[in-house]
């Protein structure tokens, strides 16, 4: 990543914006943050609001002539845009003109004298079906038919309204007046009207749809005229220029200025240096200054993430849930699609269960080539990405499930094999529930080398970023790490800790406290004695801590284990015989055991990955690489 | 007493306070999810962190209590009576304490992470951090119960 400085003419700072965007590789560095940095030179350069404003009037009065036309933009095709070397300014006055000549008046003011027409007929209450239509011929303007029709429809509106054809209580309020005043018979009187009510309302009715067949007529004629597809392409054109003459505004609210020039810093990958350089100098015809360097010791640089397998694509989610990686770090996406189904196995450790989540994981990813993603729910969206991470777990599952001789729970339908032994560490060979501690140990043994894992990928980050003084700590946390773990299985564990400090003090000096010193020395050199001390007592007690804590593996693997047997037990399984009763409660607790369990296992395992592994050399403070680019 | 009797108090107590305490911690986290889930539903999926944790709570005294009882008709002596019931306390006592850990910082964290998302990976350090006080104490009551 190479950071670009830029000065350039104020004049030119619209085309230079554009030009970019159309790449689409600048990361713009929003300088008002380093204002400090140029007190009394650089002040903030400020867009004017009126662009903004009508921007975003012009984008409201596009949106209404769509819904005039009864046009959706989104569904229509995307069209191309041409680049200009206008200011805004000009672009926009451009856009105002050409919307004032589009023909979309001609075609609302159609659509309104037809509603208005269909109002009158509905109040009218007539049944158009048997009424007589008339052919309609007329050799007039499409404006003049319109404009008649229009004042023939108000008048026709008014009588109907004084008379009281649309408004029947005006009719019979007006005849009970009458009955007072002259003493007629009402009754009589209803009767006559009635009859002339309903001739009058005939009369109007087709009058009525007479009209309209007109304004179909004249609506037929102007689309023969100006297409329609035409205005809606012209609609659309003004509605991408106006929506990019936005964005390269706004975009502008980052940049600093003096009196006549821009200054703004933009980050761009190295392969897109050249490019956006050139680019930079063609809009502004060569009077520019653009330098790039590489971004300073404690810079942030925003991180391009290298596009993994769609397999991994779940584990992705789960390292940038935590926090994204930063530029030039490990992408410890890949490690984790390896180690996090070798804990979840661990702890899930079972032959059958991992068949089933197989099997759910390879449904979840034929359906994900099948279901569109964007439409799915949350929670469906999550387990149809995750599909190839359920297959990983399932077989990280039934490996396991052969080490430990678990097919659904302890049954002794399968016997533990055994990988070998390393000193007090028995890899596999044994059941859990039977022998806890030898899982425990187990467990912690795992710990380390995972937490090894960590290390020598803190190592390399270290070594990436050039921190060559802070480089050998992880190296002699390693050695702490795995010479206190030597300590405690040399002398039989933490209740002999007495030993370690009479016979082992040798030992204890060498594996313990010289890397502790170690680490207090380089950080102390790096960054200061304090720090060093504070530094190496967080190595000490971490070291302790995380490597307990993936005790957690033996206690959620018992647990497993354990909820496995008591469905066993309830179903009468004895020695890998599994009668025919039993089937459907086994199901039964194989369904909830999947379910928490699962659940259960999976947050831990990560927990262990964000928390244990994590702390050694992902911190999460990554910036993901956003390049301004039009939408 | 008995010591048939106190090692099933021991057993009680190992299943009934880690579920309480499970209980009073989905509730303090559940309730903060489900608010800050209407404003922004799309952080759900990282804080359900804190209610699946605050659940573990609950399987760890389920672990221990299974422990026990497959221990009970072994247990002839009062010193493995008083075993089994200092394994329940210790189990008790660590969960009620992990989970007052994890409602306090999960609430927090729950809140915290809604206004600004980017603080999660640091926040999140004390929810499990609280957690592990539990884990600690499960092994310790584990290994106490392995003497049995």
Not at chain 1, 66 to 88: A, N, Q, R
Not at chain 1, 407 to 423: E, V, Y
Not at chain 1, 587 to 606: K, N, P, Q, R, S
Request: charged share 20%; glycine share 8%; aromatic share 8%.
């Amino acid at each position: 990543m190479r950071k670009l400085k830029v000065i350039i003419f104020e004049d030119d700072v619209d085309a230079v914006v554009r030009s970019l965007g159309e790449a689409g590789t600048v990361q713009f560095i929003d300088m008002r943050e380093k204002l400090e940095e140029w007190k009394g030179v650089l002040v903030p350069h400020v867009v004017s609001t009126e662009a903004l404003t009508k921007c975003s009037d012009l984008l409201s009065k596009i949106e209404v002539s769509f819904g005039k036309l009864g046009l959706k933009p989104e569904e229509l095709p995307s069209v191309e845009i041409p680049i200009t070397k206008e200011s805004i300014e000009e672009v926009l006055a451009r856009v105002e003109r050409k919307l004032a000549e589009l023909p979309v008046e001609k075609f609302t003011k159609c659509s309104a004298l037809i509603s208005r027409i269909d109002q009158l007929i509905e109040a009218l209450g007539v049944e158009t079906e048997e009424l007589e239509i008339e052919e309609v011929t007329w050799k007039k303007p499409v404006e003049d038919v319109l404009v008649e029709i229009e004042n023939e429809l108000s008048e026709i509106e008014k009588k109907a309204e004084t008379t009281g054809l649309t408004n029947r209580q005006v009719l019979v309020d007006r005849i009970k007046t009458l009955a007072v005043r002259e003493e007629i018979n009402v009754g009589r009187k209803l009767a006559e009207l009635r009859k002339i009510v309903i001739e009058s309302e005939r009369f109007f009715a087709e009058r009525l749809l007479n009209l309209k067949k007109n304004v179909e007529m004249a609506r037929a004629s102007i689309e023969e005229e100006t297409k329609l597809g035409d205005i809606s392409e012209d609609l659309l054109t003004l509605r991408e220029i106006v929506g990019k003459e936005k964005q390269i505004a706004e975009v502008q609210e980052k940049f600093v200025r003096s009196t006549k020039t821009i200054y703004f810093e933009a980050w761009v990958p190295e392969s897109n240096v050249k490019e956006a350089i050139e680019r930079v100098k063609k809009a502004t015809d060569g009077n520019s200054i653009v330098t790039d360097e590489p971004p300073a010791r404690d810079e942030k640089a925003p991180t391009i993430l290298k596009s993994c397998p769609s397999y991994m694509t779940a584990f992705e989610k789960l390292v940038c849930a935590f926090g994204y990686p930063c530029s030039g770090d490990v992408n410890p996406i890949r490690v984790l699609a390896i180690t996090f189904p070798i804990l979840f196995g661990i702890m899930f450790a079972d032959v059958g269960q991992g068949a089933i989540f197989i099997v759910i994981g390879a449904i979840l990813a034929f359906l994900r080539r099948r279901v569109k993603l964007e439409e799915a729910g949350d929670i469906t969206r999550y387990l149809l990405i995750s599909g190839e991470m359920f297959i990983l777990m399932g077989i990280s599952a039934i490996f396991f499930g052969f080490i430990f001789g678990e097919f659904f729970g302890p049954s002794g339908f399968i016997h533990p094999i055994s990988l070998g032994r390393i000193g007090p560490f028995y890899i596999g060979g044994f059941e859990p529930t039977q022998e806890p501690m030898k899982m425990l140990r187990f467990a912690i043994l795992v710990g380390a080398v995972h937490l090894s894992l960590g290390l020598i990928l803190r190592f390399i980050n270290e070594i990436r970023h050039h921190h060559y003084k802070l480089a050998p700590v992880p190296i002699y946390w390693l050695w702490l790490l795995l010479g206190s773990l030597f300590l405690w299985a040399y002398w039989g564990g933490i209740s002999n800790i007495t030993r370690w400090f009479a016979e082992g003090s040798l030992m204890l000096a060498g594996l313990v406290i010289l890397p502790l010193l170690l680490i207090l020395v380089f950080t102390g050199i790096a960054e200061g004695f304090m720090e060093g001390v504070g530094f190496s007592v967080e190595v000490f007690a971490e070291t302790l801590s995380h490597t307990m804590s993936y005790g957690r593996l033996m206690a959620l693997g018992l647990i497993h284990s354990a909820m496995n047997y008591l469905f066993l037990v309830l179903g009468g399984v004895e020695h890998g015989h599994f009668p025919l009763g039993s089937i459907p409660l086994i199901a039964i607790g194989t369904i909830l055991v999947m379910i928490i369990e699962g659940l259960v296992v999976f947050v831990h395992t990560l927990r262990l990955h964000w928390v244990e592994w994590f702390s050694k050399f992902h911190t999460g403070e990554g910036i993901p690489f956003k390049p301004f680019k039009y939408t | 007493m008995d010591h048939g009797l106190i090692s099933l108090i021991g057993m009680a107590l190992s299943i009934l306070v880690p579920l309480v305490s499970a209980a009073i911690t989905i509730i303090i986290c559940g309730t903060a999810m489900a608010g800050v889930g209407t404003e922004k539903p799309e952080i759900l999926s990282r804080l359900i962190i804190t209610v699946v944790l605050g659940e573990a709570l609950a399987i760890y005294g389920l672990l221990i209590a299974f422990m026990l009882l497959s221990k009970i008709p072994d247990i002839a002596t009062m010193e493995n009576a008083n075993k089994a019931l200092i394994a329940g306390i210790i189990i008790a006592v660590a969960t009620i304490f992990a989970g007052a850990g994890i409602s306090y910082c999960g609430s927090s964290l729950i809140g915290a992470t809604a206004e600004r998302p980017e603080t999660f990976s640091s926040n999140v350090i004390g929810v499990v951090l609280s957690e592990a006080l539990a884990i600690y104490g499960l092994l310790i009551a584990f290994m106490i119960i392995g003497q049995i």
